[in-house]
């Protein structure tokens, strides 16, 4: 159903952004899952808030197989539903890892551009963006810092011919009269401007 209104380019980027706890990371988990499972499509993925990478694995395995991995109210997966899930993220999922001081964007971009020589890989993902480690230069502001930083992105998405994804966390938002959030912009994202 989000056909008509979504389909990744290679070649460009997208920004995720939306309230918290709002399921920004399973969406765009299960919209990975697709686009491997329809489309052979191959990810590098950096997903800072859900490491150690057999986590994130573990998730992604259950939207694979649509089966929880822990007990609960629905049958869960098979030992050998499991390891045939793992196989198949094996070919088609990277996740990365990287020690304290690889935690930046050019180190991160060093990583995919890797992948995308070694395994092919279609798309890259930072989820999110504020657990990279910014070395943003004095001389800079914040808005500058990350008009540069998006260039790379740009650059890197359009020369490798991968998409990226980059999860954004908004600044804190104020609920409106009825007690609902209002729906994030870009704009709604510290050094957007």
């Not at 329809?38 to 992604?60: G, R």
């Not at 991160?108 to 504020?130: E, H, Q, T």
């Amino acid at each position: 159903s989000l056909n008509e209104y979504y389909r990744p380019v290679l070649g460009q980027w997208t920004a995720v952004i939306a309230i918290p706890g709002s399921g920004k990371t399973a969406w765009l988990a299960a919209l990975m899952v697709n686009l491997a499972r329809i489309h052979d499509w191959k990810f590098c993925v950096f997903p800072a808030e859900n490491l150690p990478a057999a986590e994130y694995a573990t998730m992604l395995a259950e939207i694979y197989l649509g089966l929880p991995f822990n007990r609960g109210p629905h049958e869960r997966m098979s030992r050998a539903e499991l390891a045939a899930a793992l196989d198949w993220l094996q070919e088609h999922f990277i996740i990365l890892s990287p020690n304290d001081d690889e935690l930046d964007l050019d180190s991160l971009l060093s990583m995919a551009k890797a992948y995308c020589f070694r395994r092919g890989i279609n798309g890259f993902v930072i989820d999110p963006w504020n657990e990279l480690d910014h070395k943003q230069p004095s001389h800079q502001t914040e808005t500058q810092y990350v008009a540069q930083s998006l260039i790379k992105v740009r650059r890197f998405a359009k020369s490798h011919n991968v998409h990226v994804w980059i999860v954004v966390h908004p600044t804190k938002l104020a609920k409106d009269r009825d007690g609902k959030y209002p729906v994030p912009t870009l704009y709604d994202a510290c050094g957007s401007s």
